[in-house]
Every structure is written in structure tokens, then in C-alpha cells.
């Protein structure tokens, strides 16, 4: 009677937290849709050859930098939005995961937020192509999938990794400092132009295997997806085992990248003590 009893008990558990939580995820399938939006347009406006923008600004580098500007400015927007804020703006797997593994998020929230990361970026994704037509799939726009650059798919692989564990250790390191936590969002979006401008050559800057699938689905394009599906979420999770032996898993006060605002959180959450903390 245990045995059978217990399947059902984790499919009640499961529904349960679809029914406290859904404001939460669908706030995550929301902030990566409009991320993947955004990605699509600003690629869509500096790299399609009949864009204004692309005919104005000849230089490859100098577009970069502007699209990395761009979609630093839209993570920092979305961060700080009210959909940031309601579910804590992972907006990617890896995030998620590495949360997962360092106990700040329970088992079926992770599992709900990494559904509606999925889903929510490859609607983005899907409006886009609607709104802007064939332009979306010109061989230089390309849906902004992420793919390896000229050096190969090992420098991608190790690029993936290297630029996923910095970010989660700046996450972790800011969000969890006392004076310095209020600012999470823009020290994310200031490293994410930074890796857009100058690391995009190597890898395209994913970090996210739900944004890489979000443009690789449309495109048909699954080019070393592989490696946007293995080294970005082991990339952050040695970052989270990092923090965790440097200054203690009950130092990393809480799952939110911005815990300033009124929303509730629905993390194993000690956020007060940060007020209290030494830093």
C-alpha cells in the first residue's frame, strides 16, 4: 500500500505546486519570451542587409557591441520588471539547476520553471517569425541561433563553460553581499553585453540551453547543441559548489536575482539574515 500510494503522492505534490506557483512560471515563460524576442529584433534590425541599421553601421565589431549593449539593457529590464520580480528572473535552466543543487529551490519548482523557460522562449521565438516574416530566417539573421564560431565546437564547449560559471559566481557573489545586492540586475546585464562584444565569436554567447533550442527549433539549425545543453548548466553548478565551499551554502540567502520589491518569494528563502550579515 506504501508503494502504490507513493506515485500518487508525488503527482499530488506536483499539482499543488502547479496550483500555488503557476503566477511564477508563467512569469518565467514570460521573461525568456521577451528575451528571445529582443534577441530576435536587435539581431533582425544590425544584420539583416536590407536593415537601415545594418547598411548605416558597416563595421561587424561595432554592431556587436551594440547588440550586446541592447540585450544587457534587456536583461537588466526584465530583471527589474514585474515579472522579474514575481519569479525571481532565472529565465534559463542552468540558473534554475545550479539553485536546484545548492537547495534553494524545492524539486517541482525547478521542474515547472525549466517547462516554462522552455515553452516561454520558443513562443517568443514562434511571435517573432509572425510579426517580422521571412526576414527572421535570412541566412544572416537566422533566427539568432547560437552556434560554434571559426575556432570549433571544443573552444564553444569550454567558452560555454567558462563564461556560465563567471556569471553564476558574480550572481552569487553580488546577490549574497549586503550592499551590493540591490544591484544584482545591472552587474548581469553589464557582463552579458561584455560577453555579447567580445565572446560571441567563439560560442554566441548562450549560457542557456532553453535560449539556444528556442532559436535552434524555428531555424532547423542543431549545430553541437550539445554543447549549449551540457556546458552552460555544468558551468554554473561549479560555480554554486565553488560559492557553497568558499563561504557556505548558508550564505547564498535566496534563489531571486532582485529581492527589492514587494513580490513574494517562493524559495527556501532566509533574505532577512542578509540584513543582519557581515559583509
Not at 17 to 46: D, I, N, Q
Not at 57 to 68: A, E, F, S, W
Not at 120 to 149: D, E, F, M, Q, S
Not at 194 to 199: G, L, M, R
Amino acid at each position: 500500500m506504501i508503494v502504490t500510494d507513493r506515485p500518487r503522492a508525488k503527482a499530488s505534490a506536483g499539482l499543488d505546486a502547479l496550483r500555488a506557483h503557476w503566477p511564477e512560471y508563467l512569469a518565467e515563460a514570460t521573461g525568456l519570451g521577451l528575451f528571445m524576442v529582443s534577441a530576435c529584433v536587435f539581431t533582425l534590425w544590425f544584420e539583416y542587409p536590407g536593415s537601415s541599421l545594418h547598411q548605416a553601421i558597416p563595421d561587424p565589431v561595432v554592431r556587436r557591441v551594440l547588440t550586446g549593449i541592447a540585450m544587457g539593457l534587456t536583461l537588466i529590464g526584465l530583471i527589474y520588471s514585474p515579472w522579474g520580480q514575481r519569479s525571481g528572473a532565472h529565465l534559463n535552466p542552468s540558473f534554475t539547476m545550479a539553485f536546484l543543487a545548492l537547495g534553494k529551490i524545492k524539486r517541482w519548482d525547478a521542474l515547472y520553471y525549466v517547462l516554462a523557460q522552455f515553452t516561454g522562449g520558443i513562443l517568443g521565438v514562434t511571435l517573432t517569425r509572425l510579426a517580422a516574416g521571412a526576414a527572421l530566417a535570412h541566412p544572416a539573421v537566422n533566427y539568432a541561433v547560437t552556434v560554434p564560431g571559426a575556432p570549433g565546437v571544443v573552444v564553444a564547449f569550454w567558452s560555454e563553460f567558462t563564461i556560465s560559471l563567471c556569471l553564476m559566481m558574480m550572481v552569487l557573489a553580488v546577490s549574497n553581499t549586503k550592499r551590493l545586492a540591490r544591484f544584482t540586475p545591472l552587474f548581469a546585464g553589464t557582463l552579458l553585453a561584455a560577453y555579447i562584444s567580445i565572446e560571441a565569436p567563439l560560442s554566441g554567447v548562450s549560457m542557456n540551453p532553453a535560449r539556444t533550442l528556442a532559436s535552434a527549433v524555428p531555424a532547423a539549425s542543431y549545430t553541437a547543441l550539445w554543447v549549449y545543453f551540457t556546458a552552460p548548466p555544468l558551468g554554473m553548478w561549479v560555480a554554486g559548489m565553488i560559492y557553497g565551499y568558499w563561504r557556505g551554502a548558508h550564505r547564498v540567502f535566496c534563489a531571486k536575482l532582485h529581492h527589492h520589491n514587494d513580490k513574494r518569494c517562493i524559495f527556501r528563502c532566509n533574505y532577512a539574515a542578509i540584513e543582519a550579515a557581515n559583509n
